[in-house]
């Protein structure tokens, strides 16, 4: 069993900058991927940026340049740099670890809002 927890989101003014945490713990040895999702408002969760077990990183196109994803795996934990907020950027950001029994643990979700 994988648990995760995020941690580091808050408030922000537009062009700013905040990094997040997911802690992983439990069995998270069996974690082969983990991914950052998010939810806006009246929209469906979407995934943001997702990084291997071994390094490797993808992102969408709207975060693409500004946020960074990066993973300490002998601390098993994520971390998501986002540069250069914009408002739009408001949502609830989840992370995901996908272990290797294909099952997906997600944590409580934290709070971004990008507002001056």
């Known amino acids: 069993q994988v648990q995760v927890v995020e941690s580091g989101g808050g408030l922000v003014q537009p062009g700013g900058s905040l990094r997040l945490s997911c802690a992983a713990s439990?069995?998270?040895?069996?974690?082969?991927?983990m991914g950052w999702y998010r939810q806006a408002p009246g929209k469906q969760r979407e995934l943001i940026a997702g990084?291997?077990?071994?390094?490797?990183?993808n992102y969408v196109d709207s975060v693409k340049g500004r946020f960074t994803v990066s993973r300490d795996n002998a601390q098993n934990t994520m971390y998501l740099q986002m540069n250069s907020l914009k408002p739009e950027d408001t949502a609830v950001y989840y992370c995901?670890?996908?272990?290797?029994?294909?099952?997906?643990?997600w944590g409580q979700g934290t709070q971004v809002t990008v507002s001056s």
């Open positions: 990084i291997s077990s071994g390094g490797s990183t």
């Open positions: 995901m670890g996908y272990s290797d029994n294909h099952k997906r643990s």
């Open positions: 439990g069995s998270a040895s069996s974690i082969i991927a």
